[in-house]
């Protein structure tokens, strides 16, 4: 249960480093997305599901909002990252009309298997329910989106890492270590499917893989940061 929290805050702790840029009107969908990916972990968090769930008429709708927060986080950062490594074939497998189909399709079977377990044990992820096959169907499937986001990323981000920049091979291999690790989560997700207690063992792979990511994010953004005082000084 602690490693909910640890994972919680040091997303929060790397989102907030691009909060001064977003209020300036700067990088806001990729300040959105950070937020969006932020909310989707917290709300798995033990202490903040069991204050909400009580709130809401369905019970576990606090998990299915979850899960809808992380699939837009990852939209929206999947569709940023494409555009800066100037992938078009990514972008229109995330953001265009396929990337649309599959988001849909994928949260629409969210939804689906959520309406016939929904009124399981209230606690994240039904994990007190895994015995329940529709239980870890449901899990999987929000892995699915991720490894699906991943799969159109990495032959970008794997050119990024030949990069002739440092900071960009630094940024590239960060984000190929994190979507790497997603679509190695949506493999242990389909293992649960058989054999249920790989499940705790995945989950903290689904954190890495988001703080992986996290940190690419972050490293880009200073980088960016760093470049543009310095070329500020050499001409002003």
């Avoid at 679509?183 to 989950?203: C, E, G, K, S």
Wanted: net charge positive; hydrophobic share 60%; charged share 10%.
């Amino acid at each position: 249960m602690l490693i909910a929290y640890l994972f919680a805050i040091i997303l929060l702790a790397l989102a907030l480093t691009r909060l001064p840029s977003a209020i300036r009107g700067r990088n806001i969908n990729v300040m959105v997305a950070a937020t969006a990916i932020v909310i989707a972990f917290v709300l798995i968090t033990p202490a903040v599901y069991a204050a909400l769930n009580p709130l809401l008429p369905v019970p576990n709708w606090v998990d299915l909002i979850s899960k809808l927060a992380l699939f837009v986080g990852l939209l929206l950062a999947g569709t940023q990252i494409a555009r800066a490594y100037d992938s078009a074939n990514a972008q229109r497998m995330i953001s265009g009309l396929p990337g649309i189909i599959m988001f849909a399709a994928f949260f629409i079977a969210e939804v689906f298997i959520f309406a016939y377990i929904h009124d399981a044990t209230p606690v994240p992820g039904m994990e007190a329910d895994l015995a329940d096959p529709l239980v870890r169907v449901y899990a999987a499937i929000a892995t699915a989106y991720a490894a699906y986001v991943a799969i159109a990323l990495i032959p970008a981000l794997l050119h990024g890492t030949r990069s002739s920049e440092r900071s960009s091979r630094a940024t590239s291999l960060l984000l190929v270590l994190g979507f790497g690790l997603a679509i190695v989560r949506f493999a242990l997700a389909l293992v649960t499917l058989a054999y249920v207690p790989v499940y705790q063992a995945a989950q903290i792979v689904s954190g890495v893989a988001a703080v992986f990511v996290a940190l690419g994010l972050t490293n880009a953004f200073f980088s960016r940061v760093i470049r543009t005082r310095h070329a500020h000084r050499i001409y002003v």
